[in-house]
């Protein structure tokens, strides 16, 4: 069995301020290793079901967090960014039996992690189809391109109560709960043994079962928390200004829609 993973930092289980997910912040580096820890939970979990090739993701800011030793012999390690407009899953393709996400958080303009945003904070809201676009909209929409499954999500409670409906075979660990400025966080040894067991089970499930379609036609639309922004970003093919802060495209590829995010988000 052959499982991609995308890990992420703002969605771990105790992230709550901005310093905690930058490198040269002195909080940084506890976030770092609890990030390494769940994505080794997910590994363990994704061995005990049988993977035996695990390619990783390592997909916040620089994509150098993971420390690259605690991964086991099976797995392999995406670090940095080439600049493909798979972003968050470059490496991604159809010969993966399954994908999984670690670490994400809440879209921008959501009130329930303090680090919500949506591949940046220049942007106030972001929709795809009318749905609130958080990150694992963007890119599990990206993996099912590719014919890959969604089937294990772990991040704040509100990404992963919004995220269900999205994909049949998903198994989702919440981590924390937000409001505001507020984080309430469980204790990561009860995390990673929760990630562990999702793991697991979203993997002994029917796979078959968890491929969904994508849509045939896509929306997407951007607020920005500046006027020149919104300026700035009508300018990229297939984009129109709806008003002072808005621009939005309508396509049938959902790669235009993954070029814009990279580029206009």
Not at 193 to 219: C, V
Request: aromatic share 10%.
């Amino acid at each position: 069995m052959k499982v991609f993973i995308s890990a992420d930092i703002e969605g771990t289980a105790f992230t709550t301020y901005w310093d905690e997910t930058e490198r040269d912040k002195s909080y940084y580096a506890a976030a770092q290793l609890e990030m390494t820890r769940e994505v080794r939970a997910a590994i363990d979990g994704a061995m005990a079901a049988g993977a035996t090739e695990i390619l990783v993701n390592d997909a916040h800011d620089y994509a150098v967090n993971l420390d690259p030793n605690e991964m086991p012999a099976c797995v392999e390690l995406i670090r940095g960014w080439s600049g493909s407009p798979m972003g968050m899953v470059e490496g991604i393709d159809e010969s993966f039996d399954a994908a999984m996400f670690v670490g994400w958080h809440s879209p921008a303009g959501t009130c329930f992690n303090p680090l919500s945003h949506t591949m940046s904070t220049k942007n106030a809201r972001v929709t795809l189809n009318g749905i609130p676009c958080s990150e694992f909209l963007l890119y599990s929409w990206a993996c099912a391109m590719r014919g890959v499954p969604s089937v294990l999500l772990a991040g704040d409670r509100h990404l992963t109560e919004i995220s269900r409906p999205l994909h049949p075979g998903l198994h989702t660990v919440a981590v924390k709960d937000g409001f505001g400025g507020m984080t309430r966080c469980k204790a990561p040894v009860l995390v990673h043994q929760e990630i562990r067991e999702a793991a697991e089970a979203a993997l002994r499930q029917d796979l078959s079962k968890a491929r969904i379609e994508l849509p045939k036609r896509f929306t997407f639309e951007i607020s920005y928390r500046q006027p020149k922004d919104a300026v700035r970003y009508s300018y990229y093919p297939g984009f129109k200004l709806v008003d002072d802060l808005t621009i939005r495209m309508t396509t049938a590829d959902y790669m235009n829609v993954l070029r814009a995010a990279w580029f206009c988000l």
